[in-house]
């Protein structure tokens, strides 16, 4: 039983012991650099396809928040159109130090949720998803020419036309 808790302990350490507190801190507040420009208050508007093909208008607001010592951002946004809410989101962007990669894990307001992960490409944050038929839903964020925030949403499907069912341009308060 000893020589058991042992080799669990020794795996422990092999798997968490190369990286110190401090190590990881760095590399996370490194890789999330280049997303700092987000932080803050925006508040703008935007567009939405719906399942019946018309785009649909909406206002959007978003809060954005540098946390864990800078390793960790969070998104908080919420859209509407006239007095009613058109969407709800919650996301929080982190760099994951055992798969190398960027993680976007995301909720909206009906209950659903995503676990993504993400790249900087281009200087753009970029995420996606897969539905269960098969379709990707790509997001993109950047800071235009006008330092705005600009974000679009696409449906990539294999042998298609890339089909865009979302944009917003958000201004800093």
């Known amino acids: 039983m000893r020589k058991k808790r042992l080799l669990f302990i020794a795996i422990l350490i092999s798997m968490f012991g190369p990286v110190s507190a401090q190590e990881s801190k ?13 932080v ?14 018309q785009k649909k208008s909406f206002t959007q607001k978003e809060t954005i928040e540098l946390l864990q010592n800078g390793t960790v951002i969070t998104l908080k ?20 130090l055992f798969s190398d990669n960027y993680k976007f894990l995301a909720f909206t307001g009906d209950g659903r949720n ?14 996606s998803l897969t539905m269960k038929d098969g ?11 006008q330092n705005q925030w600009k974000e679009t949403g696409e449906i990539l499907q294999e042998k298609k036309p890339i089909i865009q069912f979302f944009e917003m341009i958000l201004e800093r308060e």
Do not use: C
Request: charged residues 20%; hydrophobic residues 40%; without cysteine.
């Open 114 to 127: 995503t676990l993504s992960t993400a790249k900087e490409e281009n200087q753009k944050l970029i995420w």
């Open 26 to 38: 760095i590399v996370g507040q490194k890789k999330m650099k280049p997303f700092t420009w987000l």
């Open 40 to 53: 803050g208050n925006w508040k703008g508007s935007g567009w939405v396809m719906g399942v019946d093909g």
């Open 77 to 96: 946004g919420i859209g509407m159109h006239g007095s009613d809410t058109t969407h709800l989101a919650y996301a929080v962007l982190y760099w994951d």
């Open 135 to 145: 379709r990707t839903m790509k997001y993109s964020i950047w800071k235009n020419e």
